[in-house]
């Protein structure tokens, strides 16, 4: 199969990413390297101050995506809007295969594949490479 497309979903949590084309799915899973307790404070942490990015969690998110071309970032809280922050200062020459980052709650996995062929499917008619 070829990883042209791949969408990812990511909290600081976890990460789901799905490479596709019109016929086949690959998922890969990867979990957060760093513990996350879940707090209720509005600066994130009980010292009052925000929880470091895992950076390391966003390199292997890097990774896993790096055989597609066209990254569709998507997740429900600010994770996915650090991940695009830690490609474009880490990974700078990997920032334009992300073509769109989208909020998404916590769908199945069907449903990020169905949104993602769909988010795609208008930029393929016009990208003769299919």
């Known amino acids: 199969m070829q990883n042209y497309h791949a969408v990812v979903w990511l909290d600081h949590h976890e990460a789901r990413v799905f490479f596709f084309d019109r016929h086949n799915v690959k998922e890969v899973d990867l979990g957060a390297t760093k513990p996350h ?9 009980r010292s009052g101050k925000k929880a470091p990015v895992d950076s390391e969690f966003y390199h292997h998110i890097v990774e896993a995506l790096k ?7 998507t997740g429900p809280g600010s994770a996915k809007l ?4 830690h490609v474009h200062g880490h990974d700078h ?8 980052v989208e ?7 069907g449903q990020i594949v169905a949104h993602a062929r769909a988010y795609f499917k208008p930029l393929a ?4 490479r299919h």
């Open 37 to 45: 307790a879940h707090l209720h404070t509005k600066a994130g942490t």
């Open 67 to 73: 055989p597609a071309t066209e990254w569709l970032v």
């Open 82 to 85: 650090e991940f695009v922050k």
């Open 93 to 100: 020459q990997l920032s334009a295969r992300i073509v769109g």
């Open 103 to 109: 909020t998404a709650d916590h769908p199945t996995d």
């Open 125 to 128: 008619e016009h990208d003769t």
